[in-house]
């Protein structure tokens, strides 16, 4: 056979395969998606969960005093707004929750927020609700796009946000000497305007003598010696490493191992990722801490969101299952809070630990 007929006849043939090996390729996505989307209605009709279109997209558990705080800010009564953070006591992670609820308000419409600063000038609650609101306007003027993607005009007015945001920070530090809370807002600030270490160091200090073991805190600094800040992988898992060792009885802090651990998953493999020992340790760990908490604590809402998908990306789907039953109808939290479609994603893996667990093997009666 003359070799122009070979050399047409492999290409024909090489095109042929390609085709096939393209269409059962796509048959069997197309299987397996299918699958998924018939879980979707199973997850609701036999496990009583809630549909895509039933999931709060702006908490992470339900939340009853931020609904009402929330309520007062949108029809502008910044007295009932006061009243109710200066009600919140001493608690710093609980009144931070209420800051930054306020903080969200302010950054939509702020005649109200200005009205409380200019009637009282030298309260320190409204201080720290105004900087944290120019930190909250700043990050939504930048969007979540990387550097490269993002505009010299949006970077123009991230910046000066921040260093307004900066200023009112400073301000409310100033207001009330011991409130951890303005610290915790320049540690997002430090985040933005790329503190150099020494400075964010000094920041992380004041935050520490104030209120060491500060749940909010530790997860910005978190974001901060993360590789896609200003630090590594190696940083932010060791800084999590001791905030969890450091913290007392009682403590969430043990979430921050899952949270530096997600921040650094690679793009596939996720099942080997979550699966060395140091994950298994940091997912065992985060869980103790978690069940021990009261029931419907907002942080360790939030570790259970994050749990929920460790266990499925570990082929743990029974365990999942349980973590998003105790989580289900609320999707503001990792790692969903990633995707441009938070509900649409929580209930895609919720499908799958759904259908992965219909295939384990039941234990004997």
Request: aromatic share 10%; with cysteine; glycine share 4%.
């Amino acid at each position: 056979m003359p070799a122009p007929v070979v050399v047409i006849l492999v290409s024909v043939v090489t095109v042929g395969v390609l085709k096939l090996v393209t269409w059962a390729l796509n048959r069997y996505t197309a299987s397996k998606q299918a699958e998924i989307d018939s879980w979707h209605e199973r997850v609701v009709t036999e496990h009583g969960l809630l549909p895509e279109e039933r999931q709060n997209t702006d908490r992470a558990c339900a939340a009853p005093e931020l609904d009402a705080l929330r309520a007062a800010a949108d029809r502008g009564d910044w007295r009932a707004c006061a009243e109710q953070l200066a009600a919140a006591g001493p608690d710093a992670d609980r009144r931070y929750r209420l800051v930054e609820e306020l903080a969200d308000a302010g950054a939509d419409q702020d005649d109200w927020l200005r009205a409380w600063r200019a009637e009282r000038p030298g309260d320190p609650d409204a201080a720290v609700v105004h900087a944290e609101a120019l930190v909250k306007l700043a990050w939504r003027l930048r969007g979540a796009a990387y550097a490269e993607d993002t505009s010299d005009e949006q970077a123009a007015g991230f910046h000066r946000l921040l260093t307004e945001a900066r200023t009112a920070a400073r301000e409310a530090q100033e207001i009330d000497p011991q409130d951890p809370l303005p610290w915790t807002t320049e540690l997002w600030i430090a985040l933005g305007l790329n503190y150099p270490r020494a400075e964010f160091d000094r920041v992380w200090a004041g935050l520490t003598a104030r209120d060491p073991h500060l749940y909010p805190a530790h997860y910005a600094a978190v974001q901060y010696w993360s590789a896609k800040w200003h630090g590594s992988e190696e940083e932010a898992n060791a800084f999590a490493d001791h905030a969890a060792t450091d913290a007392p009885a009682g403590s969430l802090l043990a979430g921050m191992r899952l949270v530096a651990l997600f921040e650094h998953e690679p793009d596939d493999n996720e099942s080997a990722y979550w699966s060395t020992p140091y994950a298994r340790s940091a997912v065992d760990a985060a869980r103790r801490a978690v069940d021990a908490a009261p029931a419907g604590h907002a942080r360790a809402a939030e570790i259970r969101h994050l749990l929920a998908w460790c266990y499925t990306m570990t082929d743990r789907p029974a365990e999942a299952l349980g973590q998003f039953r105790v989580v289900d109808g609320y999707v503001d939290a990792l790692p969903w809070r990633y995707s441009e479609d938070p509900a649409a994603y929580y209930c895609h893996i919720r499908a799958v630990a759904a259908r992965f667990a219909a295939k384990e093997p039941q234990p004997a009666a």
